[in-house]
């Protein structure tokens, strides 16, 4: 038998310790039935790539290291489609010594020097565009940027029919992640509403305050004249390195007297005015680090309280690697003292800020929740705030709940409804 390199005979990766069970046959995953015919040639390139022609026009290449890398056979994969085979041992120059398609013009098999037949459902390797391709439909949903005129617009559901249709889940989802904000309406006035909600999702996203909190304020003789402070815009955790994705705050029962309104605006929009009126505050707002403090006892646990003491810098604008804004934090009750810049440009960063803060002013909407509505919205990006109010008289109440979902939650559960009920194809 012929060797190649580092490659050992007979075994031409190392496999990790396999998860039997797998379903019968080779070929892992459900394969979509490719319709049309294929050609493949190129094992004596100088490249070391085939090329595979389809009879739709698409010519693709494939470097033999990456077939090499990714057969889809079960010796290679386990039937939760994770690959079996590790790095360590990959030969990085392998040899393929024949190639063909499957009778049934399903596969593209390639015989490679070690004695494995790989096997490409056809199907699955047009998917395969490398730079020129897109593998996770969640990255296509750009952010609609909005303003005040929100308020007239928002998107409702209706809290039963997204714990009971997957569709209309992920169009609530698919809002949160474009618009940043929807409510629900038709929840009970109880608490435990945001648990279930969760649980059609996956779970709740715990932090040092638990899994979810309770907002509740009552009546009092003894503080009938105490005014509960403006909370002024936010966003929650910014304390946090892993800052919550989705917030929800069901009310579950709403002040009656005048103040305690919700307050929300577009980071994203207030960013956008910023960058054009003030590049130089924009700049600052990206590039400086801003410190966040939390300082808390929980007690979150059924036994005893636990002290925490959550510390991080962060820009205030944080952008992605291509320059575009990704995510925003900001908070003045968490914004701690400390401030790492040159003591020279400790006023020009207050003023960026204030000028980032009074544009989140302009350009948000007041809205007061009613009992029954859980609004629901993009953690790093919508910033919420509420007015002031005072319980001065007896019997007033406000009460509610809220908790966060982890946006790695979300988005696996837009692509499991997204590949099961409207049939997108993504990376496998």
């Known amino acids: 038998m012929m060797m190649n390199g580092n490659a050992m005979p007979n075994d031409h990766r190392k496999a990790m310790s396999p998860n039997e069970g797998h379903p019968a046959g080779r070929i892992l995953h ?22 595979v022609r389809f009879s739709d026009g698409l010519t693709q290449r494939y470097p033999f290291v990456w077939l090499k890398d990714n057969c889809r056979c079960r010796e290679c994969y386990n039937s939760y489609g994770q690959r079996r085979l590790l790095m ?28 494995h037949v790989a096997e490409y459902p056809l199907s699955w390797l047009r998917q395969q565009r490398f730079d020129q391709g897109s593998y996770d439909p969640v990255e296509e949903y750009k952010p609609i940027i909005w303003g005040p005129e929100l308020k007239d617009n928002i998107q409702t559901f209706k809290l039963d029919d997204i714990l009971k249709d997957d569709e209309l889940l992920l169009q609530w989802m698919e809002t949160l992640l474009t618009t940043g904000l929807a409510i629900l309406t038709g929840a009970p006035p109880e608490t435990g509403v945001l648990r279930t909600i969760a649980d059609r ?26 005014l509960s402070f403006n909370l002024g815009m936010h966003t929650d955790l910014s304390s946090s390195i892993q800052a919550p994705g989705i917030q929800m705050l069901h009310c579950i ?13 577009d980071a994203f929009n207030a960013a956008k005015i910023l960058e054009k009126i003030d590049p130089e505050a924009y700049r600052l707002l990206t590039t400086t680090k801003i410190h966040f403090r939390s300082i808390a006892t929980s007690q979150f646990r059924s036994k005893d309280q636990l002290d925490f003491y959550q510390l991080v810098a962060r820009p205030i604008l944080e952008l992605d690697d291509s320059g575009n804004l990704k995510q925003v934090y900001y908070g003045d009750l968490l914004r701690a003292p400390c401030l790492a810049v040159p003591v020279e440009q400790v006023r020009d960063v207050y003023a960026a800020i204030k000028k980032f803060y009074d544009t989140l002013t302009e350009t948000c909407f007041k809205y007061k929740l009613k009992q029954g509505e859980i609004v629901t919205f993009n953690n790093t990006r919508v910033m919420h705030g509420r007015t002031e109010f005072r319980m001065n008289k007896p019997g007033m109440i406000r009460h509610y709940e809220g908790a966060y979902l982890g946006w790695d939650e979300v988005y696996s559960r837009m692509r499991v409804i997204m590949k099961s009920k409207r049939n997108i194809d993504m990376c496998m």
Do not use: C
């Not at 459900?30 to 090329?51: L, Q």
């Not at 040899?95 to 398609?101: A, L, T, Y």
């Open 201 to 226: 999702v996956a779970f709740l996203k715990q932090t040092i305050y638990g899994s979810t909190f309770q907002v509740h304020n009552k009546y009092e003789e003894s503080n009938a004249e105490k």
């Open 253 to 265: 029962h709403q002040f009656t007297g005048e103040g305690a309104v919700n307050e929300f605006a």
């Open 88 to 115: 360590e041992t990959l030969d990085l120059d392998p040899k393929p010594i024949s190639e063909e398609v499957s009778e049934d013009g399903q596969d593209l098999l390639v015989t490679w020097a070690d004695d």
């Open 30 to 51: 459900p394969k979509i039935r490719y319709e049309g015919t294929a050609e493949v040639s190129g094992r004596d390139d100088p490249d070391a790539m085939y090329t």
